[in-house]
């Protein structure tokens, strides 16, 4: 069983910064690959990023490519999110999951997530 609590979330400026932290109960924290989602109003939740077990693989949707940055720290069962170059359709519930069935596809996939955090919120005016 793994607990995820997640923190950082807030309100911030287009073009602003945030780093989302995910806090792990557990001692199996680093045989599960980590990964973020997010969720806005009417919409499906999708992929964000993601890292396996060791940290050494990461993953990104095309749409934050190049702004956002995962990394874990295994010592500390914490998985992080950079968030840099906010945009407004950043807005949404971002929310840590992990997963114990990790592949390179399995990744990207919600449904193959074990554990799911409540969620934090992030709204990014223009």
């Known amino acids: 069983q793994v607990q995820l609590v997640e923190s950082g979330g807030g309100l911030v400026q287009a073009g602003g910064s945030l780093r989302l932290s995910c806090a792990a109960s557990?001692?199996?924290?680093?045989?599960?690959?980590m990964g973020w989602f997010r969720q806005a109003p009417g919409k499906e939740r999708e992929f964000v990023a993601g890292v396996d077990w060791s940290g050494g693989s990461t993953y990104y949707a095309d749409s934050v490519k190049g702004r956002f940055t995962i990394s874990r720290d295994n010592a500390k069962n914490t998985v992080y999110l950079q968030m840099n170059s906010l945009k407004p359709e950043d807005t949404a519930v971002y929310y840590c999951a992990a997963q114990s069935r990790y592949s390179s596809s399995n990744v990207y996939r919600a449904r193959l997530y074990d554990y799911w955090g409540q969620g934090t919120q992030v709204t990014v005016s223009s």
């Open positions: 557990g001692r199996t924290f680093s045989s599960y690959a």
